[in-house]
């Protein structure tokens, strides 16, 4: 009985053990799983389904396995499979990260204008911005000499980790520039003390290739604060790098002028009167005359004015500095000497006050207003309404209580 239980089960062990080794052979050589798999580098991720030909669970790396997305390479793979019946199974793949996109690339201009004597930029200045999966290095196709005067085309290439280029083309203009600009308007400046002093009026700046060339005013040397005589310097730079300089002196004068008196200030207006009247000028024309040499020879200060008509009237025709009062008077001053009929006007005031002119050469009476405007504007011989239309449209710039005054045409 023994012998034929024996009998029996000897061929069920032997047709299972083939049985198992059949299948484990099976699972083993039937591509269940791809041997090799590609992906583009960059993807953002690469799960174990992708190597299996059909899609199942209890499936995933072996711990040992790594690989990098961002870089290009080939990568052993090891698949972990946990099957019904025949246990964990093992196989093994590749994956190759492979770079086939060429990366975009974003130039910084869409053509490049330069001196001689500028820097000469790296292929990466020219670049703005690169979107690519791996690294990448930025060159120049070919060797540029930036410092020669000419016209050619700049290649840049920018290459990634797998090779692929992208080719860009800038046009390039190199000018050879070694002229310096030129400053005028240089001249010896006179300030109060405690005055604000406006160091670049009328002074210009010319480049023969630069529309705007830059000017720098070097002024550590001056103590506005105390008398004395100092040194002013004016650098001029264009694109190309080229400087010209040219110096001046500052005289800190102080704000108490006690030369003022009637002989030196009508002495003064007789001195700039000869130079902008002449004999065959109407009043009105005089009046002109008197008008443009305060409001371009005058330099606006806010500082601290001064009320008597002497002393406001030196400061202006000496010094060329001061407020609204220090124009008016300097004014009213050489329209006595004239003999043009003239008031002083003044404004209500209201977060600040302002003084300006009334002439009447015999048309009536006028305002005169010898203070350049805020936005340029320049009140020469205005009728009332014209006044009022813009005092209104800029903060009562000129409220005035008309009972104080005489008919203004």
């Not at 204008?113 to 670049?127: I, K």
């Not at 604000?196 to 009026?201: A, E, F, L, N, Q």
């Not at 105390?226 to 005289?251: L, P």
């Not at 936005?375 to 006044?387: E, K, N, Q, R, S």
Request: with cysteine; net charge negative.
């Amino acid at each position: 009985m023994k012998r034929k239980l024996l009998l029996i089960l000897i061929p069920v062990i032997l047709i299972s053990g083939i049985a198992i080794a059949g299948f484990s052979f099976y699972f083993t050589q039937s591509d269940l799983v791809y041997s090799e798999v590609y992906i583009e580098a960059g993807s953002k991720d690469c799960s174990v389904q992708e190597f299996l030909k059909h899609d199942a669970s209890d499936v995933d790396f072996a711990k040992a396995t790594s690989f990098d997305l961002n870089t290009p390479g080939d990568y052993q793979v090891t698949i972990n499979w946990k099957m019904p019946i025949f246990g964990k199974q093992t196989y093994h793949s590749t994956l190759h990260v492979q770079d086939t996109t060429a990366p975009a690339v974003t130039l910084a201009t869409d053509s490049l204008e330069m001196y001689t004597t500028a820097q000469a930029p790296s292929a990466a200045d020219l670049v703005d911005s690169v979107i690519d999966a791996t690294n990448c290095t930025i060159d120049f196709k070919d060797t540029y000499d930036f410092s020669k005067e000419g016209k050619f085309d700049v290649v840049i290439l920018v290459t990634d980790a797998g090779g692929n280029t992208t080719e860009s083309t800038i046009p390039c203009t190199v000018v050879d520039d070694v002229t310096p600009p030129e400053i005028s308007g240089v001249e010896p400046l006179t300030v109060a003390q405690g005055d604000s002093i406006s160091y670049k009026k009328n002074v210009t700046v010319t480049d023969d290739k630069d529309d705007n060339p830059t000017l720098e005013v070097d002024t550590s040397l001056v103590n506005p604060d105390k008398r004395g005589v100092y040194k002013v310097t004016y650098t001029a730079t264009d694109a190309a790098g080229n400087t010209s300089e040219k110096t001046t002196t500052i005289k800190i004068v102080s704000a108490k002028i006690a030369e003022a008196t009637e002989e030196t200030v009508n002495a003064k207006a007789d001195e700039i009167l000869s130079g902008i009247i002449t004999d065959n000028m109407t009043q009105l024309q005089k009046a002109k005359a008197v008008f443009d040499w305060v409001v371009k020879n005058i330099t606006y200060s806010e500082s601290a004015g001064i009320d008597d008509l002497l002393s406001a009237a030196y400061k202006g025709m000496f010094y060329r500095v001061g407020d609204c009062t220090v124009k008016q008077k300097t004014a009213e001053v050489m329209l006595n000497r004239l003999g043009i009929k003239n008031m002083e006007i003044e404004k209500i005031r209201d977060t600040r006050g302002h003084y300006w002119l009334l002439i009447d050469v015999g048309e009536g009476w006028y305002h005169y207003d010898p203070n350049l405007q805020l936005d340029g504007t320049l009140i020469f011989y205005w009728h009332d309404a014209d006044l009022w239309e813009y005092s209104n449209a800029h903060k009562n710039t000129h409220n005035y209580d008309p009972s104080k005054y005489p008919h203004i045409q």
